[in-house]
């Protein structure tokens, strides 16, 4: 089963409801725009390949939705639609890269019917195309694994983040099914726990040995030696930093100064070649998400809060960026990258 995939008999995007795991597995068909950016905003469908996918069947949802039959005027209906998606969480790259490759899809169309269908298609083909570029990524990736090797890793780069498979836990996953034996430290990922809820749950339902710790302890685990490298994924990787949940940063420091290889692994259409560290905004999330654990107060109810939801990590402190057309050791040639995506 795919964590977000498209109906089209009953024009709806269907997707995993992630805020439920692990307790439970629930598809949810989502049927209009409103509800696919709440579905978006409250992470039910969430991870910077998924939010891709997820962009992708906005626009073909909007397509379906719309009752307009001239031309003309039903394109700036679906572009008004396809921005509200596109701006409703500002961090990941590949959901307004989405949005927008399906929108650019549609620019020959003459007819609304046509429009629908090119729509469409384009929207499945960057579904499937990711598990194609995840499963590049995977085997890319394994090749820096040694039998026997323990990754630690943050939030959750799996399946559930993305349409199958998943970056991170791809090479995971491909280095155990090439036979090597991999041990996975996940960290629990606070606020939302993404680490300890869907990595955990995902690496479990795989039969790959995982043990979970909270976000304070990879120093810990790292000076004893407990760690053979640091593998993450990525919301945006611009020239000079890698955008991902926070945390990931703090990880990167001790891993460099561990001597630990610290490896990104992202397909190319998270890398932003446009903009830099400085240009990029940090989505800020609600303050409840760190006073409240469900309804119980962990900390005074007005406390101040400062919540940014994901972190950058200089170029530096990285070892390489896996992507689906290999292996980049850093510094990165961007623009031999930018011809390749
Ligand atoms: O806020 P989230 O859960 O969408 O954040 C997700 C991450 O930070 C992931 O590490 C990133 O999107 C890479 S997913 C392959």
Same mark, same amino acid.
């Given at each position: 089963?795919?964590?977000?995939?498209?109906?089209?008999?009953?024009?709806?995007?269907?997707?995993?409801?992630?805020?439920?795991?692990?307790?439970?597995?629930?598809?949810?068909?989502?049927?209009?725009?409103?509800?696919?950016?709440?579905?978006?905003?409250?992470?039910?469908?969430?991870?910077?390949?998924?939010?891709?996918?997820?962009?992708?069947?906005?626009?073909?949802?909007?397509?379906?939705?719309?009752?307009?039959?001239?031309?003309?005027?039903?394109?700036?209906?679906?572009?008004?639609?396809?921005?509200?998606?596109?701006?409703?969480?500002?961090?990941?790259?590949?959901?307004?890269?989405?949005?927008?490759?399906?929108?650019?899809?549609?620019?020959?169309?003459?007819?609304?019917?046509?429009?629908?269908?090119?729509?469409?298609?384009?929207?499945?083909?960057?579904?499937?195309?990711?598990?194609?570029?995840?499963?590049?990524?995977?085997?890319?990736?394994?090749?820096?694994?040694?039998?026997?090797?323990?990754?630690?890793?943050?939030?959750?780069?799996? =399946?559930?983040?993305?349409?199958?498979?998943?970056?991170?836990? !791809?090479?995971?996953?491909?280095?155990?099914?090439? !036979?090597?034996?991999?041990?996975?430290?996940?960290?629990?990922? =606070?606020?939302?726990?993404?680490?300890?809820?869907?990595?955990?749950?995902?690496? !479990?339902?795989?039969?790959?040995?995982?043990?979970?710790?909270?976000?304070?302890?990879?120093?810990?685990?790292? =000076?004893?030696?407990?760690?053979?490298?640091?593998?993450? !994924?990525?919301?945006?990787?611009?020239?000079?930093?890698?955008?991902?949940?926070?945390?990931?940063?703090?990880?990167?420091?001790?891993?460099?100064?561990?001597?630990?290889?610290?490896?990104?692994?992202?397909?190319?259409?998270?890398?932003?070649? @446009?903009?830099?560290?400085?240009?990029?905004?940090? @989505?800020?999330?609600?303050?409840?998400?760190?006073?409240?654990?469900?309804?119980?107060?962990?900390?005074?109810?007005?406390?101040?809060?400062?919540?940014?939801?994901?972190?950058?990590?200089?170029?530096?402190?990285?070892?390489?960026?896996?992507?689906?057309?290999?292996?980049? =050791?850093?510094?990165?040639?961007?623009?031999?990258?930018?011809?390749?995506?």
């Amino acid at each position: 089963l795919r964590t977000i995939s498209f109906d089209p008999e009953t024009a709806s995007v269907e997707l995993v409801d992630q805020t439920l795991l692990p307790a439970e597995f629930r598809v949810l068909k989502i049927k209009t725009i409103d509800d696919l950016c709440e579905a978006i905003a409250s992470l039910r469908v969430r991870g910077a390949p998924a939010l891709g996918a997820a962009g992708g069947f906005g626009v073909a949802l909007a397509t379906l939705l719309s009752g307009e039959t001239d031309i003309g005027k039903f394109k700036p209906d679906i572009a008004r639609d396809a921005e509200k998606v596109a701006s409703t969480r500002p961090t990941a790259v590949n959901l307004r890269w989405g949005v927008e490759r399906v929108l650019t899809a549609m620019d020959t169309a003459g007819n609304v019917e046509e429009a629908r269908q090119l729509a469409l298609h384009e929207a499945q083909e960057i579904a499937d195309d990711d598990v194609r570029r995840c499963r590049a990524i995977g085997e890319n990736g394994a090749s820096l694994l040694r039998d026997g090797d323990t990754v630690l890793t943050h939030c959750n780069a799996g =399946r559930m983040a993305c349409v199958d498979w998943g970056t991170a836990l !791809g090479v995971v996953r491909s280095a155990v099914e090439s !036979g090597k034996r991999i041990k996975v430290i996940s960290c629990e990922t =606070r606020p939302l726990n993404q680490g300890s809820r869907i990595t955990c749950w995902e690496m !479990g339902d795989d039969g790959i040995p995982v043990t979970l710790i909270s976000d304070s302890m990879s120093g810990m685990v790292m =000076r004893r030696g407990m760690v053979d490298c640091v593998v993450v !994924g990525a919301d945006r990787i611009t020239g000079d930093a890698v955008f991902n949940k926070i945390g990931t940063y703090s990880h990167a420091v001790l891993a460099k100064h561990h001597d630990i290889p610290f490896y990104v692994a992202a397909p190319l259409s998270t890398f932003d070649f @446009e903009l830099l560290e400085k240009d990029i905004i940090i @989505e800020e999330r609600d303050a409840d998400e760190l006073r409240k654990c469900g309804e119980k107060l962990l900390a005074p109810a007005d406390v101040r809060v400062y919540n940014p939801a994901f972190d950058a990590t200089p170029m530096e402190l990285v070892t390489a960026v896996i992507t689906e057309a290999g292996v980049h =050791r850093v510094p990165l040639d961007m623009d031999e990258l930018a011809r390749l995506a």
